[in-house]
C-alpha cells in the first residue's frame, strides 16, 4: 500500500515530452474527480534552474534532486532524453536505486532505461526498452532479462519502450492503484483503442 501522494516527474534538457504526459495529467487532474483529489506530480530536476523539453517547452522544476527523498514520494519517473544516450543521468540513475532499495517504486522510459541498464539496475530484473539491440551497447549484464513488449513491471521497477507513452501510463497507473482496475481499463480503451463507450464508462466512475 502507497501512502504518500507524490509522484515524482524527473525533468531535464530535451526530455522526451510525449513519453510522460499522460501520466501526468491523469495523475494531476482526472477529469471525473472532485477537488479533494490527492495524487499530484511535482517535478524534479539536476538543479530549481529552468529546462527546455525537446519540444521547446520550458519547466523550472519544482524542485532539485539532491533535495528528493524516497521517504517524501509515492514514486520516481524517468522520460527519455538525449542526455541518458552520451553517458549522462547518473544523477538520476543514483536517486533511483535509492529509490527501488528502499521500495519506492521507480518509473522509466526510453532512453532512461538506457541509464538504468548503463548503471546495473537491469542486470537482474525483467525489463523492456526501445530494443534489446538499443540497451547493448550499455555494457550491461541483463540480456537475458530483456522482455519484447510495450511495458515490463517487476516489482517495484516499470520500464517502458518510446512508442509506448498510453501503456507507461496505464503500468504507472496500476502500480500506484490510483483508480481501480474498472476504471483504468476503461481509460486504456479510450485513449489506445478510441472506444467511445469508455468515455461514458469513466464520466460514470
Known amino acids: 500500500m502507497i501512502s504518500n501522494r507524490t509522484v515524482h516527474l524527473a525533468v531535464y534538457d530535451a526530455l522526451a515530452d510525449w513519453e510522460t504526459g499522460y501520466l501526468a495529467a491523469f495523475i494531476n487532474s482526472p477529469w471525473w474527480e472532485g477537488q479533494d483529489w490527492p495524487w499530484r506530480v511535482r517535478t524534479v530536476g539536476p538543479t530549481t534552474e529552468p529546462i527546455t523539453t525537446l519540444g521547446g517547452m520550458r519547466i523550472v522544476p519544482d524542485g532539485a534532486l539532491d533535495a ?8 520516481l519517473v524517468l522520460p527519455g532524453a538525449h542526455m541518458w544516450d552520451v553517458g549522462g543521468g547518473g544523477a538520476f540513475t543514483t536517486k533511483a536505486r535509492e529509490f527501488l532499495d528502499v521500495g519506492v517504486p521507480v518509473a522509466a522510459i526510453c532512453g532512461a532505461t538506457f541509464g538504468l541498464a548503463r548503471d546495473g539496475l537491469l542486470d537482474d530484473r525483467p525489463h523492456t526498452s526501445s530494443a534489446l539491440a538499443y540497451l547493448e551497447p550499455s555494457g550491461y549484464s541483463g540480456a537475458a532479462h530483456f522482455r519484447d513488449e510495450p511495458t515490463v513491471t517487476d516489482g517495484d521497477l516499470i520500464t517502458a519502450g518510446p512508442t509506448n507513452p498510453i501503456e507507461f501510463a496505464r503500468a504507472v497507473f496500476e502500480r ?6 474498472k476504471t483504468t ?17 469513466l464520466a460514470a466512475s
Open 68 to 75: 528528493l527523498r524516497p521517504g517524501d514520494s509515492a514514486m
Open 176 to 181: 500506484l492503484d490510483l483508480f481501480g482496475d
Open 185 to 201: 481499463d476503461a481509460w486504456y480503451r479510450l485513449f489506445a483503442h478510441s472506444d467511445a463507450a469508455a468515455f461514458f464508462e
